[in-house]
């Protein structure tokens, strides 16, 4: 399957839809403006829907953290058929799912497709406090943080406090 990068970026956008703010993790799936959220990403907003996506978003975040492995995915795809078909472009899929799993689907078969293709680039946040994840698109792949500006000099500082309460104890 070929994804591209808006798919990349809704399966991020999903997976961080859990955050820490202010010390309490924060869901964005069940707060005010949720329907938006999946009416941005082409989705109905419907409740049965938004179900579907919080199981998926609840799989795959585990997956991606390495607390489940790939298999635990498979009740989510129960059902789904993803079948070839040809047409004047060439090999076509089509995805045949009911439309209130739909996003939930394609959200697993982001997450394959990434897993296949672009194998240790989705992971969570270096920061032990936060809940995001990071897709690394760098070319080293070598990204630790969600976000430099935040997680990343967050961990820096913790770690020179760390080595200067060290030097002053000695």
């Known amino acids: 399957m070929v994804i591209d990068q808006e798919q990349e970026d809704t399966l991020l ?6 955050p820490v703010v ?3 993790v924060q869901d964005l799936l069940n707060a005010p403006g949720a329907e938006a959220w999946q009416r941005a990403q082409g989705c109905s907003g419907t409740e049965e829907e938004r179900g579907h996506l919080l199981r998926a ?4 975040q585990a997956v ?10 498979s009740e989510l795809l129960d059902g789904v058929v993803y079948s070839p078909g040809v047409d004047d472009e060439g090999l076509v899929w089509d995805l045949q799912a009911p439309p ?6 394609q959200a697993v078969l982001t997450w394959n497709a990434l897993h ?8 969570p946040c270096a920061n032990p406090a936060c809940r995001l994840f990071l897709l690394d698109r760098s070319k080293p792949n070598k990204a630790r943080w969600c976000s430099m500006a935040v997680c990343g000099n967050r ?5 020179h406090y760390q080595r200067v309460r060290e030097e002053t104890a000695e």
């Open 13 to 18: 956008e999903l997976l961080n839809t859990t």
């Open 22 to 24: 202010g010390g309490a």
């Open 57 to 60: 978003r609840e799989v795959l």
């Open 64 to 73: 991606v953290r390495g607390d489940y492995d790939a298999g635990a995915l």
């Open 100 to 105: 209130e799993r739909r996003a939930a689907v």
């Open 116 to 123: 296949q293709n672009k194998p240790g680039r989705l992971r």
């Open 155 to 159: 961990m820096k500082a913790r770690r």
